[in-house]
């Protein structure tokens, strides 16, 4: 499985940007897909995940402000996001993993929230 992430960018606190995940290769064995961030010194954090279900998990401090989506017949994923916060500021991954429980990662896509 590729992930290739994209989206990111320069916004203001307040503003919205919408990240997309395009998968390829051995999509039908993707059970869960999301997005990790990792702002500089922290260490990586799960934002929010979807399951092949629909079944979506975020972290505390996004709920209401983000939304994670994904487009089966597409094999795109995506992440809203709304009202964002200069500690938004981080880079972000697309991440998947299979029934088998295999990772993946995409590469990082940076977004930078001014204040």
């Known amino acids: 499985v590729q992930l290739q992430a994209s989206g990111g960018g320069l916004v203001q606190a307040g503003g919205s940007l919408r990240l997309s995940c395009q998968a390829s290769?051995?999509?039908?064995?993707?059970?869960?897909i999301g997005w990790y961030r990792q702002a500089p010194g922290n260490k990586r954090e799960l934002v929010a995940d979807?399951?092949?279900?629909?079944?979506?998990d975020y972290t505390e401090s996004v709920k209401g402000r983000f939304t994670i989506s994904r487009d089966n017949a597409k094999n795109m994923m995506y992440l809203q996001m709304n009202s964002l916060k200069p500690e938004d500021t981080a880079v972000y991954y697309c991440?998947?993993?299979?029934?088998?429980?295999?990772?993946?990662w995409g590469q990082g896509t940076q977004v930078t929230v001014s204040s």
């Open positions: 991440w998947a993993i299979n029934k088998a429980f295999t990772e993946y």
């Open positions: 290769g051995s999509t039908r064995s993707i059970n869960t």
């Open positions: 979807i399951t092949s279900d629909g079944d979506t």
